[in-house]
């Protein structure tokens, strides 16, 4: 697939979309059909793992982690430590939002080098849990290398590291509740958009979300999206800008 050539070539600009699968930890039986959906679609989506999982992964984890990412299917990113929230003088503090550099810190490598000691390479993406984000997080992903690409909702304007913007909202019945319906009706009020990362949680889906799922990415296919791996979007760029 030469997508750099068609899109210089294409008088409308390319579409783009990367699926942002959170909340990886173990094999689940939701993740599994949700990524066999994708599969069937044609479309390849990008997971985030909440690293605690990974200190003391089970055998079966491992293997389903390493042969996914060996297929190309899925990419994997950092989706934090422990995910946790909690309450501090009456305000909600959570894991990469108002905990203090320390933390997001500790977290943040510890999940890198969990997901390195695994999988054999560093995620080039981050998103934390929640979509939190403060000055802390920005110093943190500044010290780190390896992060190209961030899911948010507002520019970091970190240098070295790409934006995705959830542009598009894909559970717009809130977590765990695609609705290809309302999809639709926003997309139709939005349609000069060209970039979105769409979220989804999985594990949280029933048989309906499934087939809800499936509509919006038919429905995207349709008007010709094309998914991209976090890593295939940072190369897209590299070589648009060339
Ligand atoms: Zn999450």
């Given at each position: 697939?030469?997508?750099?050539?068609?899109?210089?070539?294409?008088?409308?600009?390319?579409?783009?979309?990367?699926i942002?699968?959170?909340?990886?930890?173990?094999?689940?039986?939701?993740?599994?059909?949700?990524?066999?959906?994708?599969?069937?679609?044609?479309?390849?989506v990008?997971?985030?793992?909440?690293?605690?999982?990974l200190?003391?992964?089970?055998?079966?984890?491992?293997?389903?982690?390493?042969?996914?990412q060996?297929?190309?299917?899925?990419?994997?990113?950092?989706?934090g430590?422990?995910?946790?929230?909690?309450?501090?003088?009456?305000e909600?503090?959570?894991e990469?939002?108002?905990?203090?550099?320390?933390?997001?810190?500790?977290?943040?490598?510890?999940?890198?080098?969990?997901?390195?000691?695994?999988?054999?390479?560093?995620?080039?993406?981050?998103?934390s849990?929640?979509?939190?984000?403060?000055?802390?997080?920005?110093?943190?992903i500044?010290?780190?290398?390896?992060?190209?690409?961030?899911?948010?909702?507002?520019?970091?304007?970190?240098?070295?590291?790409?934006?995705?913007?959830?542009?598009?909202?894909?559970?717009?019945?809130?977590?765990?509740?695609?609705?290809?319906?309302?999809?639709?009706?926003?997309?139709?009020?939005?349609?000069?958009?060209?970039?979105?990362?769409?979220?989804?949680?999985?594990?949280?889906?029933?048989?309906?979300?499934?087939?809800?799922?499936?509509?919006?990415?038919?429905?995207?296919?349709?008007?010709?999206?094309?998914?991209?791996?976090p890593?295939?979007?940072?190369?897209?760029?590299e070589?648009?800008?060339?």
């Amino acid at each position: 697939m030469c997508l750099a050539v068609s899109a210089a070539f294409s008088e409308t600009p390319m579409k783009i979309a990367i699926i942002k699968a959170d909340d990886i930890k173990g094999v689940d039986e939701r993740f599994l059909r949700f990524i066999e959906t994708s599969k069937n679609l044609g479309i390849k989506v990008s997971c985030g793992i909440i690293c605690e999982s990974l200190e003391n992964p089970k055998k079966e984890y491992v293997e389903w982690m390493l042969a996914e990412q060996k297929q190309g299917f899925v990419e994997f990113w950092n989706h934090g430590w422990d995910h946790k929230r909690w309450n501090e003088n009456e305000e909600t503090i959570s894991e990469f939002g108002g905990s203090g550099y320390a933390h997001q810190k500790e977290h943040f490598v510890d999940s890198q080098n969990a997901i390195k000691r695994i999988l054999g390479q560093s995620p080039i993406s981050f998103g934390s849990p929640y979509n939190a984000f403060d000055a802390d997080t920005k110093r943190v992903i500044s010290e780190d290398e390896s992060i190209r690409l961030l899911f948010c909702y507002r520019d970091p304007n970190l240098e070295n590291v790409v934006p995705a913007f959830m542009a598009l909202r894909g559970e717009p019945d809130g977590t765990g509740n695609p609705n290809a319906a309302k999809f639709i009706d926003s997309y139709n009020q939005k349609n000069d958009i060209t970039f979105s990362a769409i979220q989804f949680h999985p594990a949280n889906f029933d048989d309906q979300d499934f087939v809800e799922y499936e509509k919006t990415i038919t429905f995207l296919l349709e008007k010709d999206w094309v998914f991209m791996l976090p890593s295939e979007y940072i190369t897209w760029l590299e070589d648009k800008s060339k």
